[in-house]
């Protein structure tokens, strides 16, 4: 097994891991871990012919992964209440001075 790869991304630490296999290929896999310590491993369905290219595919998988994940915060985002006068539709406007 070689872990020679080791990146941040998104709030994670991901690793790739290559494996030899009975063929004499490189499987690979990406050990993600989040800011909480709990980890995740996502698995390349492939087989490789050397192991920098199956460690750029698990890293690859991994940010992929990580970039589908991301959510905007709750403190970004605009909620309507009910019975406002947003949900009628009725805006509020601007009186002219007269």
């Keep these: 097994m070689h872990t020679n ?6 709030g994670y630490t ?3 891991v290559v494996t ?3 063929t004499g290929r490189y499987s690979a896999a990406a050990i993600l871990t ?3 310590g709990e980890t995740r491993t996502l ?12 460690s750029d595919q698990a890293l ?3 940010l992929a992964w990580i970039q589908r994940r991301s959510v905007v915060s ?16 009725d805006v509020p406007r601007a009186r002219r001075q007269a």
Excluded at 80 to 88: I, K, V
Aim: charged share 50%.
């Design 74 to 89: 709750d403190r970004y985002v605009r909620r309507n209440r009910r019975g406002s006068n947003r949900d009628s539709g």
């Design 60 to 62: 690859e998988l991994a």
């Design 43 to 54: 698995g390349v369905d492939a087989d490789f012919a050397d192991t920098r290219e199956a």
């Design 5 to 10: 790869r080791t990146i941040e991304h998104g």
């Design 20 to 22: 030899d296999t009975e």
């Design 14 to 16: 991901v690793r790739a």
């Design 34 to 36: 989040d800011r909480d």
